[in-house]
């Protein structure tokens, strides 16, 4: 067997000051990039706290979370967003919602005030491509391939 290697992840963020801001990750999460994707552009640049709420809200099915760019055969929900397509992705809201509660601490411990963070920047970037394959009849197979998730966040202290 060959050795293993460990694997480094980075931040798509280029911008980051230690001083002044804090991230955090989660990786290889098995959610849906897409509904990754639509619930970090809808909490993007939201306080901590209002972010979490929303997340909280999605979960329990009160606030939906509007589809803008994956929205083919996706029903009309009423949001507080204005637009006609939506959804309740309860299992990403509750994967990013531990990112969020990782980030509070994050900058808790670093001595900063987590009710004043601000999400400056949230990002959900498709990971390992999981390959797997369904035997069929006369010899075929199916693949059937799930895609993992990484979810990155950053947070400052709003003046």
Do not use: W
């Not at 029903?75 to 967003?81: D, E, G, M, N």
């Not at 900058?107 to 498709?126: N, T, Y």
């Amino acid at each position: 067997m060959g050795a293993v290697q460990e694997v480094r992840f980075g931040y798509s963020f280029t911008e980051y000051d230690s001083l002044t801001q804090v991230r955090a990750s989660g990786r290889e999460v098995d959610i849906s990039p897409k509904d990754a994707r639509e619930i970090c552009i809808v909490i993007k640049d939201m306080p901590i706290a209002r972010a979490k709420n929303f997340l909280e809200d999605v979960i329990a099915k009160k606030q939906a979370v509007p589809f803008r760019r994956y929205k083919k055969e996706v029903p009309h929900q009423a949001s507080q967003f204005k637009f006609h397509s939506g959804g309740y992705p309860k299992k990403a809201a509750r994967e990013i919602l531990k990112v969020i509660m990782n980030l509070e601490a994050n900058a808790e411990f670093k001595g900063m005030d987590a009710e004043k963070m601000v999400i400056v920047h949230a990002a959900a970037l498709r990971g390992t491509k999981v390959k797997r394959y369904i035997p069929r009849a006369f010899g075929r197979s199916s693949p059937k391939f799930n895609t993992l998730v990484h979810i990155e966040m950053v947070g400052k202290e709003a003046l």
